[in-house]
């Protein structure tokens, strides 16, 4: 006869015997149901993380990029409508953060030389359409080029060496007042964490609300919450950018046009009469 084990009891000092292998201890599995907690393996999360030469994170960057590319090939796969003619401001932040080095060579630098590549690009896939550019430093706004389909007029003012010399705080709210005229969209390239405003933003973005002005933020820096806010009231886009690459992907999927609003995505039929040809059994009079 085959002997069988009895589970080890151990006596209590003031009560009865514990049974030290109880099977119906559940809270003592593990997740599998087999074996204790504390004998199954655990799983190294952060193995998954490559890091380069500078020893900076790659897996988690790479994995958020393939995941914004598969994003963005099945939306260009969608039937929309979009409109042909866009008049666009793109406000360029030229505060003092702009001089920081994150970006490669710097800021200001990588945004002014991905500003010329998108305008260039933008009249290629718009050629109807007219651009303008805004600046803000110093807590103020300045129109650099009035709205225009000329691309070489944009590119030859982002080169001149006093539009590319940062200093000061931006002004968002002046910027966006300044840019109210172009009834369509505004692009906003935003590196501070503040903004120096003359008075309630809010104000503004009602304003741009009436107007059906749709605003969109890259922010170089950090999610800032009233970027956000204006860019959620207004239907825009929000994002920030992780480095040289995602910026200029960012930028550049504000070339084609967006998506019609359902109060503009309206088709307007005109009656038409085209000339028929009728046989008549009696004689008739016609015109020669």
Not at 51 to 67: F, H, M, R, W
Not at 101 to 129: M, V, Y
Not at 230 to 245: D, F, L, P, Q, R
Request: hydrophobic share 40%; with cysteine; glycine share 6%.
């Amino acid at each position: 006869m085959a002997a069988t084990s009895k589970p080890k009891s151990k006596a209590g000092k003031n009560g009865p015997a514990i049974n030290i292998d109880d099977d119906e201890g559940h809270g003592l599995m593990g997740a599998s149901g087999q074996g204790y907690s504390w004998e199954e393996e655990y799983k190294r999360s952060w193995d998954i993380l490559q890091e380069d030469e500078q020893g900076s994170l790659l897996g988690v960057v790479n994995s958020i990029q393939q995941q914004m590319k598969r994003r963005r090939l099945n939306k260009d796969t969608q039937v929309i409508q979009r409109g042909i003619i866009r008049h666009m401001y793109m406000v360029i932040d030229i505060s003092r953060a702009m001089a920081e080095l994150d970006l490669k060579p710097s800021r200001i630098e990588c945004t002014l030389n991905l500003a010329e590549q998108f305008i260039g690009e933008f009249f290629d896939q718009n050629p109807l359409s007219q651009l303008g550019v805004i600046i803000t430093r110093d807590s103020l706004a300045e129109k650099l080029t009035e709205l225009t389909g000329n691309p070489n007029d944009h590119i030859n003012a982002l080169k001149k060496r006093i539009n590319r010399e940062p200093r000061g705080d931006p002004s968002l709210q002046n910027a966006l007042n300044l840019a109210r005229t172009s009834l369509s969209e505004i692009l906003v390239l935003f590196a501070s964490l503040t903004t120096c405003d003359p008075d309630n933003i809010m104000d503004t973005v009602d304003a741009l609300q009436r107007n059906d002005i749709r605003v969109s933020v890259i922010g170089l820096s950090a999610e800032v919450q009233v970027c956000k806010t204006i860019c959620k009231e207004t239907k825009g886009a929000y994002n920030v950018v992780m480095n040289e690459g995602h910026f200029k992907e960012l930028l550049f999927d504000k070339i084609p046009p967006p998506a019609l609003a359902a109060a503009q995505n309206t088709s307007n039929l005109i009656r038409m009469g085209f000339p028929i040809t009728k046989l008549f059994e009696l004689p008739t009079l016609c015109a020669w």
